[in-house]
């Protein structure tokens, strides 16, 4: 397989798009008009279109890029720091290799122990609400993205020459309850996702202009999905296929990976593309390697979903029941879902 990346120990940075859904995302077959920004940039870089979420929640979705973890159905392995901090993480990986993690949150970064969380992943510095002006805070949550965006693109512009970075950004404005200073669309949760969309547009325009770009990579993924369309039942897969999207001067060309693949995924997938070492990573596969199985799994309240060329099958662990198979009677899917889930107990057990 050809390399996705011409720089081979490129600057990083994440960009975690709250509540991002492939549904609103044109490009991967989504609502039209809503992500023009991201449409765009999509034809630029390397973009994933069979990439799922493994949860519904931040705090999972985040363990899950970041540490290659999996979710898990009923509990969320952040609220455990003794747990957590023996996890791997693509910021530890880096930081051993001479890289400096940062982390930026507009919003109140103690949240669900993300804090302690992010330092023991080996992060050495965190920006979050307390660092912006009281009157710039005008979400719920904290600063809007309109704020944190350009905050973000003044910090980057400093690190001129300085060594090798891995940044890591979550936004905010699209998470409930969806009040932005814009007003383009009329679904609020739409509306919401379109602004987030126009901050990152200015971003990385601007972004581009500067000599950092020529060896950047910038990985855009949502943390998780959201119900929309409203239909949307909780355990469909479509409720968890979401954008993942690398671009910069780093990458080698654009392309289109129809590979079925995971959040999880993303850190051996790097990882591997740098050169570095991710066999303690292990549940997140090379998405380019061929000799890996290739499929996506994601959790929800006491059920998982797994999808593969095969088709897709879901269960309700609770009640023990199948609650979807297409086509019918893929029982290999299950099985290894199970055996996937059982091996995701047993690892945080042990820990």
């Known amino acids: 397989e050809k390399p996705l990346l011409k720089v081979k ?17 044109e490009t991967l077959g989504g609502t039209p008009g809503v992500t023009p920004h991201l449409n765009k940039l999509s034809e630029e870089g390397v973009l994933f279109t069979n990439h799922y979420a493994n949860s519904f929640r931040t705090d999972r979705g985040i363990v899950s890029i970041l540490n290659g973890y999996l979710a898990q159905p009923n509990t969320s392995i ?49 920006a979050s609400d307390i660092d912006f002006p009281i009157a710039t805070r005008l979400s719920k949550w904290g600063a809007n993205d309109d704020v944190t965006f350009p905050y973000l693109l003044e910090e980057i512009k400093k690190r001129e020459g300085q060594e090798r970075w891995m940044s890591t950004f979550l ?9 932005v200073p814009y007003a383009r669309l009329d679904n609020p949760y739409l509306n919401s996702v379109a602004f987030t969309d126009s901050c990152l547009g200015v971003f990385i325009d601007e972004l581009k202009q500067l000599p950092v770009w020529n ?62 070492s991710h066999d303690e990573f292990l549940f997140s596969k090379d998405i380019m390697d061929v000799s890996r199985p290739k499929f996506a799994f994601y959790t929800f309240n006491n059920g998982f979903g797994w999808i593969d060329q095969t088709g897709v099958s879901v269960f309700d662990c609770e009640g023990d029941k199948v609650l979807l198979s297409d086509p019918e009677g893929e029982a290999a899917r299950l099985t290894k879902g199970k055996a996937l889930l059982q091996t995701l107990y047993q690892d945080m057990g042990k820990r």
């Open 9 to 25: 120990r490129p600057n990083v940075l994440v960009i975690l798009l709250e509540s991002f859904t492939a549904n609103m995302v």
């Open 215 to 276: 060896d950047l990579l910038v990985v855009l993924v949502a943390d998780h999905g959201y119900p929309y369309p409203k239909d949307l039942n909780a355990f469909e897969p479509k409720r968890y296929h979401i954008p993942l999207l690398w671009l910069g001067g780093a990458v080698e060309e654009p392309r289109r990976i129809d590979t079925y693949c995971c959040q999880t995924d993303i850190a051996a997938t790097l990882l591997q593309q740098m050169g570095i």
């Open 171 to 179: 936004t905010l404005s699209s998470h409930e309850p969806f009040k």
């Open 78 to 126: 952040m609220k455990y720091p003794a747990k957590s901090q023996t996890l791997p993480s693509i910021a530890g990986s880096l930081v051993r290799e001479g890289y400096q993690a940062d982390m930026l949150y507009g919003g109140d970064i103690n949240f669900t122990n993300m804090k302690s969380y992010f330092y023991s992943s080996g992060y050495s510095r965190i």
